[in-house]
């Protein structure tokens, strides 16, 4: 089970927003920064999103991160069949002192 | 830029020792990055293993662990190689899992909170 909660799936039609929410507590989100992960089929993990809102270079603005008390949420907007795949959001626990993890999100582009 | 590459046995007994090795290229592992392992069991979200830095000179020392796995698990460096291995004693089939080997975001982080470079991951099944 993990510590950080997600929705286990999300679905969008090309060129439409989707919201993936996640949820956790006041020694993780609450009080550290999260990151979101996308992990596509066959490819290693990447950081689409750090420091709550921040986006990597290389990272489109369709992908935006926000935060707000002990939740965080990573919208795409413009959703494209290529962003299909697992997202995950992360952040540093200070009880278990450790980065931890949600369960992560199937995106599915219909 | 910077590769990372996991290698070992795709297959484990249980109560035995999983070993793994992650050849770094690209960089040295010498400098001051967290390196590490993150691990997915089939069909579940990404669980950190543990991660050390190299040089040491961290707030909390030179390695962390998952306090889950610490009691039975240990992640050197091979700077004469630019690799570092995790040694999982005791496995159980709840160590089956893909594991990734992962660099930190930023050097000379105090904690390893978030992971720019990752391997393609390994799977490891424990199994008689």
């Known amino acids: 089970q993990s510590v950080l909660t997600q929705s286990p799936s999300s679905s969008g039609t090309p060129g439409q927003r989707v919201t993936i929410s996640c949820s956790g507590s006041?020694?993780?989100?609450?009080?550290?920064?999260v990151i979101w992960y996308q992990h596509l089929p066959g490819m290693a993990p990447k950081v689409v999103i750090y420091n709550n809102d921040q986006r990597p270079s290389g990272v489109p603005d369709r992908f935006s991160g926000s935060k707000s008390g002990t939740s965080a949420s990573l919208a795409i907007s413009g959703l494209q069949p290529d962003d299909e795949g697992d997202y995950y959001c992360s952040a540093w626990d200070a009880t278990l002192y450790g980065p931890v993890f949600g369960g992560g999100t199937k995106l599915t582009v219909l | 830029q910077v590769q990372l590459q996991a290698s070992g046995p795709g297959l484990v007994k249980p109560a035995e020792t999983l070993s793994l090795t992650c050849s770094v290229s690209?960089?040295?592992?010498?400098?001051?990055?967290?390196w590490g392992w993150i691990r997915q069991p089939p069909g579940q979200g990404l669980e950190w293993v543990g991660s050390v830095r190299p040089d040491g000179a961290t707030l909390s020392g030179a390695s962390l662990y998952n306090s889950s796995l610490a009691s039975r698990l240990v992640i050197s460096i091979d700077r004469s190689k630019n690799q570092f291995s995790l040694r999982l004693t005791s496995v159980t089939a709840a160590d089956t899992a893909v594991y990734y080997c992962?660099?930190?975001?930023?050097?000379?982080?105090?904690?390893?909170?978030?992971?720019?470079?990752w391997g393609l991951g390994t799977m490891v099944s424990v199994s008689s």
């Open positions: 690209g960089s040295s592992i010498s400098r001051g990055y967290f």
């Open positions: 992962v660099r930190g975001r930023h050097e000379y982080a105090a904690r390893p909170v978030d992971f720019s470079v």
């Open positions: 006041r020694s993780n989100i609450g009080s550290n920064i």
